[in-house]
């Protein structure tokens, strides 16, 4: 059984860093992707960043292209979430999500860690 647990968040005025962190406990052999996506009060969860297994593609939202970066550690164990010039907008709550292999769309998700961005 998959289960992630997200570290990392915290507040952080306009223009810092943080970087988060999603550690997987489950024994995933093989999977479709990893992803972070982020909820902001009173808003619908959305996407932030993804990066595929097999060709280890990555995908971003406009929102956040240039300042995020995704990574992995070698045996996909922790995911990462490097978050540069961080904005006020960039406000949720961020959650790790994992796309198990057979899954039409992320199947697995941690409880999330708060970041807030003060202006």
């Known amino acids: 059984q998959v289960h992630l647990v997200e570290s990392g968040g915290g507040l952080v005025q306009a223009g810092a860093s943080l970087r988060l962190s999603c550690a997987n406990s489950?024994?995933?052999?093989?999977?479709?992707?990893m992803a972070w996506f982020r909820q902001a009060p009173g808003k619908e969860r959305e996407f932030v960043a993804s990066?595929?297994?097999?060709?280890?593609?990555?995908y971003y939202a406009e929102s956040v292209k240039g300042r995020f970066t995704i990574s992995v550690d070698r045996n996909w164990s922790k995911l990462y979430l490097q978050m540069d010039n961080l904005k006020p907008e960039d406000t949720a709550v961020y959650f790790c999500?994992?796309?198990?292999?057979?899954?039409?769309?992320?199947?697995?998700w941690g409880q999330g860690t708060q970041v807030t961005v003060s202006s």
């Open positions: 999500a994992d796309q198990t292999t057979g899954a039409s769309a992320y199947n697995k």
């Open positions: 489950g024994r995933t052999f093989s999977r479709v992707a």
């Open positions: 990066k595929r297994w097999h060709v280890g593609t990555t």
